[in-house]
């Protein structure tokens, strides 16, 4: 759907300029095709962080950190029923399962979007934290990407910790 | 006749996504079951007969890959055809994958269309 960017040579995991567009890119073409709703990119104030639903991606390999996902209960209650075509109710059990699908697909789409990346880095098995009650410390010290997004008027921020 | 899938993802939500997408394409699905890795798939394998086998790679207990080659050693699961859909679409795990025997693959995200188009054609060659 979208071009490829050049990934960074060698070690060298310096975020390129073009990335913050290329994991847009991903996360907008997951949720059309995965959702099946669009994800809005907020044209104004920067939607207020809701942290009670986090989900979390590992990369390893030649592009080194952490892909995450925050968002509110409600709001992942609602991803999952929209990608099960179920009422929110019933979507519930599945709010966890679902934002790690979105992580996993999220952070595989980035990486096949960079040139050359797709065999260079391995993704973890997705993490999910509930409650917004906690510090995470990442030992990715390095570059951050960290983008807002409105889903049926809700925030969903998506960031990216790039280890240098 | 209809179809007899199996469908491997350690998601949930995913596995259900699959079935829908396979509906969706208009197959005469059958019995549908549902693994969350290589493990409990070739167990589901042992005791049952399926035309089709969907599955992804990157699982915990036993990865997609490692499924396809015990799967290849079973004689009751050699001639299953097997279409992987997973995040990891790079060149070496399609070329692995299909090296030990997959028939198609297929990269999330994506749509019932590339779905249907991987699937179709796999079935078509076993009649």
Known sequence: MSTHTQAPAGNDAAPFEGWPLVLRDSVKEVFSLMVGTEIIVPDQADPAVVTE???????????????????????????ASRMLDVPITE?????????????????????????????????????????????????????????????????????????? | MSIRALIVDDSSVMRKIVERCLRQAGMDLGQVQEASNGAEALALVNENRFDLILSDINMPVMDGLEFIRHLKEM?????????????????????????????????????????????????????
């Open chain 1, 53 to 79: 639903v986090t989900g979390m991606v590992g990369l390893a390999g030649e592009l080194c950190g952490v892909l995450s996902l925050r968002c509110g209960k409600g709001c992942a209650s609602k991803i």
């Open chain 1, 91 to 164: 979507a519930a059990s599945n709010m966890a399962d679902a934002i790690g699908e979105i992580c996993n697909m999220v952070a595989g789409n980035f990486k096949a979007k960079l040139h050359g990346m797709q065999d260079k880095c391995m993704l973890s098995v997705p993490t999910i934290i509930t409650g917004g009650d906690y510090q995470l410390f990442s030992v990715a010290v390095g570059d951050r990407i960290e983008l807002p997004f409105l889903f049926d008027g809700e925030a969903v921020w998506i960031a990216l910790e790039i280890r240098s």
């Open chain 2, 75 to 127: 004689e009751s699961g050699k001639n299953i055809p097997i279409v992987m859909i997973t995040t990891e679409g790079g060149e070496k795990s399609v070329l692995e994958a299909l090296s030990l025997g997959a028939k198609g693959y297929i990269r999330k995200p994506f749509t019932p269309d590339q779905v249907k188009d991987h699937v179709i054609p796999v079935l078509g060659s076993q009649s």
